[in-house]
């Protein structure tokens, strides 16, 4: 009896061509870098041309990706624009790159205009309205008032980018969408939650765990205009020690504010970071989905990671797909507030079996210490407060 074991699989459509059967003899190597936000995705092909008889596609072909298994089927992995074309030799390799079809070419033209008076929903509603898009707006992020917003020589793209910076958010168009999201809100453009991923070091070809010195930064400051006087102030979030100041000068004290808690919590996540690779890649992955592991060191399993990066890799030796993940924060409305000097207890978040995150505490809550990341399980968050507590104790609590 002959066993056949699933081989990697994928479909290229150009112009509304199939080509893939044309191909198929022909791949050197595919690979998609899914990333978050406003970032174009990009797609890298390789064919070996040993015959010469590849035409080189002209650069604006629109290309369109499946990727999968013979066991489990094909996952649509969207629409992109070739770009780039290189033909090289010998051998004879032509290389295609291309980004993904959803950044529309509009959105890179400068713009020159103010805002007064209105909230981010008002922008992003404003700005998907001028492409077509159906805005997807994050209730709470979308009532947050803008009293002054300049858009001097700057594209929409980049007012959307800077606009995600200062709070803490994701601006991304996806199939016809404009979303506006918070960075680990893990949703997909219709607002359904993303699932929730759980792997066993048995699952991964390789692994590299990165703890960055937490200390390096201490606190975040930005500058803001007195609208009264015009004198130059600053929002500051942590001490000065080693501070890091934002370039960007704000229109008034709560726009500061708010960017600075923003970068505050952006800098908080990347604290840790994880390289992941699947030994068997997986097409329906992409990024702000979360994940659990097990079966690695202490440091990595207790916490919950974010997704900030998907790259998809076939070629001769298979399909894999390496993750870029950072920790994902407890979903505390005082977690970027200023950072106190003196702390009377310790309070941490985990998630729950249902995917709700809930608070574990050690200590007087008068001013506790807020542990940012958020643990996997309530025994991890539990192990975490008492240590930090007794640390706590030990410098003189």
């Known amino acids: 009896m002959i066993t056949r074991h699933p081989t990697p699989a994928y479909r290229l459509v150009v112009n509304g061509q199939d080509i893939t059967p044309k191909i198929n003899n022909r791949l050197v190597s595919l690979a998609l870098t899914d990333n978050r936000g ?26 369109q990706l499946w990727l999968g298994w013979t066991d489990t089927g094909l996952v649509y992995k969207g629409s992109y624009t070739v770009d780039e074309t290189e033909h090289s030799g010998a051998p ?84 016809g969408h404009l979303l506006l999201m918070p960075v680990g809100a893990s949703k997909t453009a219709s ?30 400051r930005a500058h803001y205009y007195d609208p009264n006087s015009a004198e ?26 708010q960017a600075v808690r923003s970068e505050w919590q952006r800098l908080q996540r990347g604290v840790s970071t994880l390289s992941y690779t699947l030994a068997r890649g997986r097409a329906d992955l992409i990024p702000e989905m979360t994940y659990s592991l097990s079966g690695i060191k202490q440091p990595i399993t207790d916490v919950v990671w974010l997704c900030s990066r998907v790259m998809h890799n076939l070629n001769d030796s298979g399909y894999t797909v390496a993750l870029e993940l950072e920790n994902q924060l407890a979903e505390d409305e005082d977690l970027a507030a200023l950072v106190e000097t003196e702390y009377t207890g310790v309070m941490a978040w985990y998630r729950d079996k ?44």
């Open 38 to 63: 406003l970032e174009a995705d990009q797609l890298s092909i390789s064919l070996t041309d040993h015959d010469g008889l590849l035409s080189i596609p002209p650069r604006g072909a629109e290309v």
């Open 92 to 175: 004879d390799v032509l290389s295609i790159r291309a980004r993904s079809a959803d950044l529309l070419a509009g959105l890179t033209r400068k713009r020159e205009r103010s805002w007064h008076s209105i909230t981010l929903a008002d922008i992003i509603t404003t700005i998907a309205k001028a492409y077509s898009l159906k805005p997807v707006i994050d209730l709470v992020l979308g009532a947050i008032p803008v009293p002054h917003l300049d858009q001097a020589d700057e594209s929409d793209a980049n007012l959307l980018t800077r606009l995600a910076q200062d709070h803490d958010a994701i601006t991304t168009v996806k199939a």
């Open 354 to 397: 249902d995917g709700t995150q809930k608070k574990v505490i050690e200590g007087d809550q008068t001013s506790p210490l807020r542990l940012t990341h958020l643990y996997v399980s309530k025994a991890n968050a539990e192990r975490a407060v008492k240590r930090e507590f007794e640390r706590l104790k030990d410098s003189g609590l």
């Open 191 to 220: 607002g359904v939650n993303l699932p929730h991923i759980r792997y066993t070091r048995a699952d991964g070809d390789s692994h590299r765990f990165l703890q960055a010195d937490r200390d390096a930064y201490t606190g975040v």
């Open 232 to 257: 130059r102030l600053e929002a500051l979030i942590g001490t000065d020690d080693n501070i890091k100041t934002l370039r960007h000068v704000y229109a008034d004290q709560a726009s500061a504010l």
